[in-house]
C-alpha cells in the first residue's frame, strides 16, 4: 500500500460527459501528480500540483483540468470525454515540491475510466 | 529536460542477474537518476535511486559512470515476479516533470 488513494477504481460513462476522478496523497506530501496511461501512449504526465499551486504542466488537455485543494487531495476534472480518453489515470505524491528527482515518488493504483 | 533511451524489452531466466542499461546523454548537473517498476494495471513503484557511482538496496543495484551520461540497475537473481517494465527517469528539477519514457519490458522466463 502506497498511502495515496484514488477513487474511483472504476468509471465508465458515456463520450461527452464529465467525470471528476479524486486523488488523496500520503499523509505529509505535498505534491501531487496526474498522469494518463494507455495502451498506445505509456505513461502520460498531465499536470503537478504543490502545495495547492500547479508547478508543472505536461501534455494536458483543455478538456481536462485540475485542482488541489487546502487539505492536499486533488481533483482532475474530465469533460467533453472522447472515446480516446479511456485510459488508468494515475496519482502520484512526493514530499517535495522540487519535482521527485531527488526523492520517492507514490502512486496510487489507478482510476481505469472507460467512455462509451 | 533529459531525455533517456532504454531497450524495448528483455528476455531472462529465473535465478539469473538482469541489467538494463538507460542511456541519458543530457543529463543536468543537478539531475538525480530514478528506476520504477510497474506491474500491468498498477501504478509504478519506486526501485532506486543515486547520483552518481554506485548506490544499492535490498531489491537492486544501481550502477553510473563518472560522466553520468548511462545507467545500469542491476537485478540479483530474478524470479518470476520481477517480470515488469522498468522505468528510467532522470530528474528535471527545473520544470519540476516526473517525466517517464518508453520503459523496458523484462520478462523472467521459468
Known amino acids: 500500500d502506497s498511502g495515496v488513494t484514488q477513487t474511483p477504481k472504476h468509471l465508465i460513462t458515456a463520450t461527452g460527459q464529465r467525470v471528476t476522478l479524486r486523488c488523496s496523497p500520503r499523509?505529509?506530501?505535498?505534491?501531487v501528480y496526474w498522469y494518463q496511461q494507455s495502451l498506445d501512449q505509456g505513461l502520460q504526465f498531465l499536470i503537478q500540483y504543490y502545495n495547492g499551486e500547479e508547478r508543472a504542466k505536461g501534455n494536458i488537455l483543455e478538456r481536462f483540468s485540475a485542482q488541489q485543494f487546502p487539505d492536499l487531495h486533488s481533483e482532475l476534472n474530465l469533460s467533453s470525454l472522447e472515446l480516446g480518453d479511456s485510459a488508468l489515470y494515475f496519482c502520484a505524491s512526493s514530499d517535495t515540491g522540487e519535482g521527485a528527482m531527488n526523492t520517492e515518488a507514490f502512486f496510487g493504483q489507478g482510476t481505469r475510466l472507460t467512455v462509451v | 529536460l533529459a531525455k533517456t533511451t532504454q531497450p524495448i524489452s528483455m528476455d531472462s531466466y529465473e535465478g539469473q542477474e538482469v541489467n538494463i542499461t538507460c542511456s541519458h546523454n543530457?543529463?543536468?548537473?543537478?539531475?538525480?537518476i530514478t528506476w520504477y517498476q510497474q506491474f500491468p494495471s498498477q501504478g509504478p513503484r519506486f526501485i532506486i535511486q543515486?547520483?552518481?557511482t554506485k548506490v544499492t538496496n535490498e531489491v537492486a543495484s544501481l550502477f553510473i559512470p563518472a560522466d553520468r551520461k548511462s545507467s545500469t540497475l542491476s537485478l540479483p537473481r530474478v524470479s518470476l515476479s520481477d517480470t515488469a517494465v522498468y522505468y528510467c527517469l532522470v530528474g528535471d528539477g527545473a520544470t519540476n516533470k516526473l517525466i517517464f519514457g518508453t520503459g523496458t519490458l523484462l520478462a523472467v522466463q521459468p
Open positions: 543515486g547520483y552518481k
Open positions: 543530457n543529463i543536468a548537473t543537478n539531475d538525480y
Open positions: 499523509s505529509g506530501d505535498l505534491s
